[in-house]
């Protein structure tokens, strides 16, 4: 088993599923001798990388570990209910889904500063899981999703190494990082050896505070189901390209442009929000470039959302590259 938070010279890159296969019967062995017949708590975000830690424990260990999914309302379409329904009911899996929405909603409203918001989102979300960690007995190692690039990146003074936001050190756990020295990569080929879903191992990235900074502005509900509705039409759409950007989805913010609504023949001013697309390539997330979108592909999507998604009135396409804009709008 290797040790430390070193990548070894020659530790061969995992690239097919017999080398999966072969990490992951290594990993079931040293997680059993690491964690003896001990509790290991997890927070589950559905992530690729908290996900795939998670499905190597459950192999090693079972029910000894606890996963929390903590939905705090900024989840994509469809999400929360995935994760209930591979972990829980097709792996098994001893899951805590905490429905946290009215709360992380809550504490956000009127809130418009983007660094305030991430905050609020980040301390909120620690909260909620130290809460449930203390709900528990017997929990004496936590597990983490860390890869390869956290560590170097946290090396390297660029972000701190962490997970989930940094959680308080008096939950006092020891740590389980079965990823730690794998690439993005080799953490995807090692997740379908396991079993997960597509859509969950070649998941884009995206944020931590999720739907609250593409929600751009003080969050309101019914602009949040806006945009997740409408994030959905631009990712299935987008995703049917045959060759899809590194990652793709839409913001909705604040302002209100004027629109017309036709009832009964008769034309009504509708002050309606409008859907941004936003589309881009990139290898490292520093630079990103704008591919060309077919504009037949910006049509069906203008006409899915116009028709479905309600207090919508214009679809736009970013075509702004990094930089001098960011890929997230806050
Ligand atoms: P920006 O907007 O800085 O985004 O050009 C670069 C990449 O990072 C993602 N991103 C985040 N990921 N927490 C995250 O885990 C965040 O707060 C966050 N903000 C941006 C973004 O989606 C893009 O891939």
Redesign the pocket.
């Known amino acids: 088993m290797v040790q430390g938070n070193k990548r070894p010279d020659n530790m061969e890159r995992i690239t097919t599923p017999a080398l999966a296969q072969a990490f992951i019967e290594e990993q079931i062995t040293a997680l059993r001798e690491q964690i003896g017949d001990n509790k290991v708590l997890l927070a589950l975000s559905g992530g690729v990388d908290s996900s795939v830690t998670a499905a190597l424990l459950i192999k090693a260990v079972g029910k000894q570990l606890v996963c929390v999914h903590v939905n705090h309302g900024l989840l994509r379409k469809g999400e929360p209910e995935q994760v209930v329904k591979v972990f829980r009911e097709e792996l098994g899996a001893n899951l805590i889904y905490v429905d946290a929405v009215d709360r992380f909603l809550d504490k956000l409203a009127g809130v418009d500063d983007p660094e305030t918001k991430?905050k609020i989102i980040g301390k909120e979300f620690i909260d909620v899981f130290a809460e449930e960690a203390a709900k528990l007995e017997g929990i004496k190692f936590l597990g983490q999703g860390t890869i390869y690039p956290d560590i170097l990146e946290s090396e390297q003074g660029v972000k701190a190494h962490h997970n989930v936001g940094g959680l308080p050190p008096e939950l006092n756990f020891e740590l389980v990082e079965p990823v730690k020295l794998l690439y993005k990569d080799e953490v995807r080929v090692v997740g379908k050896a396991l079993g997960l879903p597509d859509n969950m191992v070649f998941r884009?990235?995206?944020?931590?505070?999720g739907l609250g900074?593409r929600c751009v502005g003080a969050i309101t509900r019914d602009r949040l189901e806006a945009l997740r509705e409408a994030d959905a039409i631009v990712r299935e759409e987008i995703g049917k390209l045959p060759e899809t950007p590194?990652?793709y989805?839409c913001i909705v913010p604040e302002f209100k442009s004027t629109g017309i609504k036709y009832t009964d023949g008769k034309g009504e001013r509708f002050m309606g929000w409008m859907v941004v697309i936003r589309a881009?390539n990139?290898t490292d997330?520093?630079i990103?470039t704008v591919p060309e979108i077919p504009f037949k592909t910006l049509c069906t999507i203008r006409e899915r959302v116009i028709d479905t998604v309600p207090g919508v009135n214009r679809v736009l396409w970013d075509i702004s590259e990094?930089p001098v804009?960011?890929?997230?709008?806050?």
């Open positions: 991430r884009q990235p995206f944020p931590g505070p900074v590194w990652q989805f881009v990139t997330a520093v990103a990094k804009a960011t890929i997230e709008w806050e």
